[in-house]
């Protein structure tokens, strides 16, 4: 069953208010709105595809800066690691330079410490060997006194005249 509403629409106006005609079509309001808003839609399809346009556009022109952003990165990083190759080559360069430089002061006071080393040797020598003759000479004439070891004595039998 019909609402209300479909109810009423039956006495809308059919046209606009006057004598009636004859044989009158009901005006349609929708083919009404519609051909009155045709035009400035049609405005909008235009705006639209401008739009649109645009949009591709800037698609277009981020990829291309995406791109060229990139390209500048592998650039950089490019450049970053072969300087990074000359940094490493300089730091080798100055750690081998400090390292021998402290080879070098580490070789000269070796060098001093063993000349200072001979120099007390040279200079504690000839007491040394003083002493060490003068042990050696007093150990040879304790010698000289004392009955050299193994000497021949006679056996305790032989004082006896026995043969065994």
């Known amino acids: ?11 809308r106006p059919a046209g606009s208010p ?12 929708s083919a009404e709105l519609a051909a009155e808003l ?3 839609l049609t405005l909008l399809d235009d705006t639209a595809r401008e739009a649109a346009a645009i949009r591709e556009a800037a698609t ?9 952003a990139a390209e500048r990165a592998d650039r950089t990083v490019r450049a970053a690691r072969a300087r ?8 080798a360069a100055r750690g081998r ?3 021998l430089t402290e080879a070098a002061r580490a070789e000269s006071a070796a060098r001093r410490a063993v000349e200072a080393l001979r120099e007390r040797a040279r200079a504690r020598t000839p007491d040394l060997a003083a002493r060490l003759v003068a ?8 010698l000289a006194e004392a009955e050299p070891p193994g000497a021949r004595q006679e ?9 065994e």
Do not use: H, I, K, N
């Open 18 to 29: 006057g004598p009636a005609v004859g044989g009158a079509v009901p005006a349609d309001r």
């Open 38 to 40: 045709e035009p400035p």
């Open 135 to 142: 042990e050696v000479a007093d150990e040879l004439s304790a």
């Open 97 to 99: 330079d400090e390292a």
């Open 155 to 163: 056996a305790s039998w032989v004082r006896d005249g026995s043969q």
């Open 60 to 68: 277009r022109d981020a990829a291309a800066r995406r791109a060229a």
């Open 1 to 11: 069953m019909p609402g209300f509403r479909e109810f009423l629409a039956r006495f």
């Open 84 to 91: 990074a190759l000359d940094v490493r080559s300089e730091t």
